[in-house]
């Protein structure tokens, strides 16, 4: 009953656009005929509810909490780019786990750090010292200073996941506010619209966001929303009662939009002036994504960052996440000012170590930046071949973005039917966050999916 109910819930989301897309694709004058390719002509067509992983979702379904709207496959394997569900069936990854397996699925050396370090130490508490930990937080720093980021990095916290992270940063900035000013005026903090921080009260009450905020309310007091990449407005949004700016250098759930390098100098310069932090979020767009160490690597230091939080790849699947903060942050943070139970673990570091290490390489990085240039040019053309369709090309590296005109939920059906996942960001953006290793052979292959699922939603002439 429940995977019943799934299914009539996913084709009911994807009837609605279907319609608005006919309209987009042949024009007004063109009738709103849809044509999706029958269950015969696909790859890789949902699996049915009689089906191994129709009937293993309806046994799991009642037991579990409904915060997410999975689509009918059960992936059971991985490898590089690829992923296999319970049927068998081979599927190419442009999602990497939201951005998060940098290094591909089980890759080699990743796994057997798991097996070895599982055999030696797992945990042990913050109470004590371990050695990953440590070896984990000064790797983080040489490599971000060596990166031309965050030239005056000090320390680090090392913690379990990018919410986490943010609520750290968030805690640290508030301290050193009253530190600065022990009436407690300063401790307002300032977000922007379209951002996503994390869903935990603090990091939630800077992503102001209806949908993921007005159930939870009220939230947490002090903070103050302004308009991404309004030069103009910083002044009057950052003020004498400001501690920290939070801010991602390209909003990845907010669509994939890039900060520009003018609003991110400004937005220092405002810090500098009237004493607040400067927080980078760079869970999604960090770590090479972009092409460079950090998104923020070829800033300038003006534009550097007091406070910078990663998650997702630094642990390519496990979970870790790190607070790196400069020696005027850090001078403020006493002991028993934060802590965490798992954090730092000498499994998660010594994962986290290797991972670090491989993506602070310059070839790995100068590869992110080619591989860009594949996707870009298969976009153009799909540009060009839709243009009704696709609007605007988006975003740097391999953090890219397809704004489309209308929904684009039938497309990701449509190409995960064909084996290519894709996943959504922001408002009609189809988003593309690969494995940094994927390969231009898989990539055009991607991109021949892709044109084939387009086609597939768009009106028969």
Known sequence: MAFRTALRRVAAVNAAPATRLA????????????SYATA?????????EDSPSGKMVREHVPYMVTTYSRPPPVFVKGKGSYLWDLE???YLDFTSGIAVNSLGHCDEEFSKIIAEQAQELVHASNLYYNPWTGALSKLLVESTKASGGMHDASSVFVCNSGSEANEAGIKFARKV?????????????????????????????????????????????GFKVGTY?????IPSLVTEKTCSVIVEPIQGEGGVMPATEE?????????????????????????????????HSSLPKEAHPDILTTAKAIGNGFPIAATIVNEHVASKI????????????????????????????????EGVKAKSEVFLRGFEKLRNKFPSLVKEVRGKGLILGLQLSEDPTPVIKAARERGLLVITAGTNTLRFVPS?????????????????????VMVKA
């Open 436 to 456: 940094l290793l994927v390969t231009e052979g898989e990539i055009e292959e991607g991109l021949k999916i892709l044109e084939e699922s387009f086609e597939a």
């Open 23 to 34: 309209g987009a694709g042949a024009g007004a004058a063109t009738a709103a005929r849809r």
């Open 334 to 365: 006493k002991v028993g000012d934060h802590g965490t139970t798992f954090g730092g673990n000498p499994l998660a570091c010594r994962l986290a170590h290797y991972i670090v290490g491989r993506l602070a390489d310059k070839q790995l990085q």
């Open 177 to 221: 506010g009253k530190v600065l000013d022990p009436s407690g005026s300063k401790v307002e903090i300032v977000c922007f619209q379209n951002a996503f921080h994390g869903r935990t009260m603090g990091s939630l009450s800077a992503t102001p966001n209806p949908k993921y905020q007005a159930p939870f309310a009220p939230m947490v007091p």
């Open 40 to 48: 015969s002509q696909l790859t890789h067509p949902d699996p049915t």
């Open 229 to 233: 990449n309004d030069i103009a407005a």
């Open 263 to 295: 609003f991110l100098v400004a937005l220092g310069k405002r810090c500098r002036e009237v004493g607040a932090l400067l927080h980078y979020d760079e869970i999604q767009c960090g770590l090479a994504r972009t092409g460079t160490f950090w998104a």
């Open 88 to 90: 068998d069936r081979k």
